[in-house]
């Protein structure tokens, strides 16, 4: 897309680009300077390995045999509860590097596969406990397909579709293995449009993190959205979905500036991103937020994490 028209779509996106900037600000400008977001606080296991509670983190000798257990048993209570005590003992970055060391991160992988639900979930949130660690991510990669097709494919806002959704975002916090999930962009929008808000707020996050990448914008453009992605740009949207799907516009719009991706651009289809973005409706609904005369006032008061 070249010439003056190309030059028109540059020009509104840098204009809408710099509303969705504002709206951000004024989302946010009344956070209490004293709040943060909780980190991760592991549960205690319920149950350890036979038939008591076990409230200690395990060491590398217990997580061998708590491995050895998973491994060996096709008892469905065992292995889910192997599995929950796992999880929570990964939440702690020492044992995410000796669970790896001793073998483990392809033990709770190949519980991804299981027919039961339930443990499936629970393989996928040890998993992502696991992924924490940069080094797992690199075993944890063989695993991101599987992952997708079970997130699109699945029981939409189900716990398994949420759990592989979490992991896929970890998997995304940087740039390394983002490109694993390019086939996949047009189905993680088709999930935003239809999921509950948990799911919409999920899907959000792993979008944030495409979205951060120049090398994903391209992507990113060309996806097949619904229209009815613009209604997310509406002032009554609660505002943690509000603030992610400006910021979204706003990140899309910074990596378009950098590394000449401006200088450049394809041709995007109808019905893309791209043209719902820069089209006239996405705009006078930035205008509109822009000029909304009490911007926080009607939105949820809840804090917005990401």
């Given at each position: 897309m070249g010439g003056p028209r190309g030059a028109g779509w540059v020009a509104a996106g840098l204009l809408l680009g710099a509303g969705a900037c504002y709206c951000i600000y004024r989302l946010t400008r009344g956070r209490r300077r004293g709040d943060r977001e909780l980190g991760m606080r592991p549960s205690k296991s319920a149950?350890?390995?036979?038939?008591?509670?076990?409230?200690?983190?395990?060491?590398?000798?217990?997580?061998?045999?708590?491995?050895?257990?998973?491994?060996?048993?096709?008892?469905?209570?065992?292995?889910?509860?192997?599995?929950?005590?796992?999880?929570?003992?990964?939440?702690?970055?020492?044992?995410?590097?000796?669970?790896?060391?001793?073998?483990?991160?392809?033990?709770?992988?190949?519980?991804?596969?299981?027919?039961?639900?339930?443990?499936?979930?629970?393989a996928l949130n040890a998993l992502n406990n696991l992924s924490v660690n940069v080094e797992n991510q690199i075993k944890i990669k063989i695993y991101i397909n599987q992952v997708c097709e079970d997130v699109f494919s699945g029981p939409l806002n189900s716990a398994v579709q949420l759990a592989g959704l979490r992991l896929l975002t970890n998997m995304t916090v940087t740039n390394d293995h983002q490109h694993m999930l390019h086939n996949y962009i047009t189905d993680l929008f088709q999930v935003l449009l239809?999921?509950?808000?948990?799911?919409?707020?999920?899907?959000?996050?792993?979008?944030?993190?495409?979205?951060?990448?120049?090398?994903?914008?391209?992507?990113?453009?060309?996806?097949?959205?619904?229209s009815s992605f613009l209604s997310l740009y509406d002032s009554h949207v609660a505002k943690e979905i509000l603030l992610r799907v400006l910021t979204l516009f706003q990140n899309i719009n910074n990596c378009l500036k950098i590394e000449g991706h401006l200088a450049v651009q394809p041709t995007f289809t109808e019905g893309s991103l791209f043209f719902l973005l820069h089209g006239e409706e996405c705009a006078q609904k930035i205008k509109a937020l822009v000029d909304h005369h009490d911007a926080e006032g009607i939105l949820p008061a809840a804090e917005f994490k990401q």
């Open positions: 149950e350890d390995l036979t038939d008591g509670s076990y409230d200690d983190v395990l060491n590398a000798a217990q997580l061998q045999k708590l491995l050895y257990l998973l491994e060996s048993t096709e008892d469905p209570v065992i292995v889910e509860r192997a599995l929950i005590t796992l999880g929570n003992n990964a939440a702690f970055s020492v044992n995410q590097a000796i669970i790896r060391e001793l073998g483990g991160i392809p033990i709770v992988g190949n519980k991804i596969n299981h027919s039961n639900q339930s443990i499936k979930e629970k239809t999921g509950n808000g948990n799911t919409k707020v999920q899907v959000l996050k792993l979008l944030l993190n495409l979205s951060e990448n120049p090398a994903m914008t391209e992507g990113l453009l060309h996806a097949q959205v619904d």
